[in-house]
């Protein structure tokens, strides 16, 4: 199967995933928001053009 053809990820997908890694961290909660401004700090950093980031 082609990555073109995998359905839709559900919206709390990455919520679920990350809960119990980062609970037995120990480190405070992760959210999809985060890691989006996360992201975009790190293209920033990279100098990636604003308008695409």
């Not at 709390?12 to 992760?30: A, I, K, M, N, Y």
Request: hydrophobic share 40%; glycine share 6%.
């Amino acid at each position: 199967m082609s990555a073109s053809a995998l359905p839709p990820l559900h919206p709390d997908f990455l919520t679920r995933r990350l809960h119990h890694p980062v609970g037995e961290s120990g480190l405070p909660p992760v959210w999809r928001h985060d890691l989006r401004h996360g992201a975009a700090s790190l293209a920033q950093c990279a100098r990636v053009d604003l308008k695409t980031v």
